[in-house]
């Protein structure tokens, strides 16, 4: 029920990227303008709203706050369909961002509190699915609904689902007890956290901010190349929208999707022995991946780029749940939302916010000199960022191994 959530949270993120053209056609808007509607406004409200949402859903209902978060973003969804110049769909679209702020760290915590240590990483790995699949299905059917019924329509549909699915929330997921799989049990009294302290404990604990900036150094690469792939695609590769429709939504559904499940059970595995899995796995993951992403940005045709590129999304994406898991584990149970948040604020501010608009001003950069495949070197300098990412997992390891030791 969670991943179905967050499948709902990524395709509204990604319906404006899909729908641009008719969007801008019917609304007269420019590159520019839709550029800030699907970065920094999205942004701005989508890390930093969810800091008070998470510190909200700690000391009340977690089911209760993702319930109504869905609710949210989901009406807002349907008000970008029926905005009506851009004024409208820019607040319609700060809303969306304001609703989905709630939607991940309150799972997070749900599902920290359902399973316990040895089961967590996979049971977040499934959760994980939720941006592949949403990925995948924007990809595969936004387009086509949009072509036969209209770029209106999607919004609409896909926010109604949205408001009937907060409703099923609401019902039926039930609220487990904070602590409940911990190694002590859960507490006959739970304290409320207290907001700043939490933030504090947060940002001087070396695991924590470790584990985060590693995963917003892979997310400067997920979001660099994300966010440009399809246009990549066609431009580089010689895909045309169809192609991309089909072979594209493929590879996001079997690469990143495999990535998601298979990583969890792996980390699973690796971290019975120690915690060090954590981070030991990722940071063996980004070297693997590393070269055949090299290798996928200087491909020749599009069919060898895809082959490569599956291997890519398939070990692009350990660090998710194993930060994600790591995070859980390492704070109190009350604090677990709002550590979520502040783990996502940390990741999205420096992937969402700051991978795609490298990519971007690097492209753009290259081509003012002279550059005819300006994209394609702007893709290749995110290289760095694999090795800044491997070596802070390295680092994390190190310190997850001296606290072992200690």
């Given at each position: ?60 209902s977690?089911?209760g ?53 040895g ?26 609904i ?28 039930r ?49 660099g190349?994300?966010n440009?792939?399809?246009?990549f ?31 969890g ?58 930060s ?21 604020l ?19 950069w ?5 550059d ?7 893709l ?18 190190r ?8």
């Amino acid at each position: 029920m969670l991943c179905f959530v967050y499948v709902l949270n990524f395709l509204d993120r990604q319906l404006l990227s899909i729908l641009a053209k008719p969007i801008q056609d019917a609304l007269q808007i420019s590159d520019g303008q839709l550029g800030l509607i699907s970065g920094l406004y999205f942004a701005m409200f989508y890390c930093f709203i969810a800091i008070p949402v998470g510190w909200l859903a700690d000391r009340t209902s977690r089911v209760g706050v993702l319930s109504l978060a869905c609710a949210i973003w989901s009406g807002a969804t349907v008000a970008c369909g029926m905005a009506a110049n851009y004024t409208q769909l820019v607040i319609a679209r700060m809303v969306v961002g304001f609703g989905e702020a709630g939607g991940v760290p309150p799972s997070y915590a749900i599902i920290t509190d359902t399973y316990p240590p040895g089961k967590r990483a996979a049971a977040l790995g499934i959760f994980n699915l939720g941006p592949a699949i949403g990925a995948a299905a924007g990809v595969a059917f936004g387009a086509a609904i949009a072509e036969r019924f209209g770029w209106r329509i999607p919004f609409i549909a896909v926010g109604a689902i949205g408001i009937v699915t907060a409703l099923v929330v609401w019902l039926m997921v039930r609220e487990p007890k904070r602590g409940a799989t911990d190694a002590d049990g859960p507490a006959d009294t739970v304290e409320k956290a207290a907001f700043w302290p939490t933030v504090r404990m947060f940002v001087s604990n070396r695991v924590l901010m470790l584990a985060a900036l590693g995963g917003g150094a892979t997310q400067f690469v997920t979001y660099g190349l994300g966010n440009f792939a399809v246009l990549f695609l066609m431009r580089e590769k010689g895909m045309v929208l169809g192609e991309v429709a089909i072979w594209y939504a493929l590879v996001l559904l079997i690469g990143m999707g495999g990535g998601m499940i298979v990583s969890g059970r792996v980390i699973d595995r690796m971290t019975r022995k120690s915690r060090t899995g954590y981070a030991i796995a990722p940071a063996l993951s980004l070297a693997v991946a590393m070269p055949f992403y090299l290798a996928f940005v200087s491909a020749p045709g599009w069919p060898l780029a895809l082959a490569l590129l599956s291997v890519v999304m398939v070990f692009n994406y350990f660090y998710l749940s194993a930060s994600v898991a790591l995070v859980q584990e390492e704070v109190k149970p009350n604090q677990r939302v709002l550590a979520g948040a502040l783990l996502l604020l940390v990741m999205n501010f420096i992937g969402l916010g700051l991978g795609p608009t490298w990519v971007g001003f690097a492209s753009d950069w290259f081509q003012a000199g002279g550059d005819a495949h300006g994209l394609q070197s702007a893709l290749y300098t995110l290289t760095p960022f694999y090795i800044v990412a491997i070596g802070l997992f390295l680092g994390l390891a190190r310190v997850i191994r001296n606290e072992e030791a200690a």
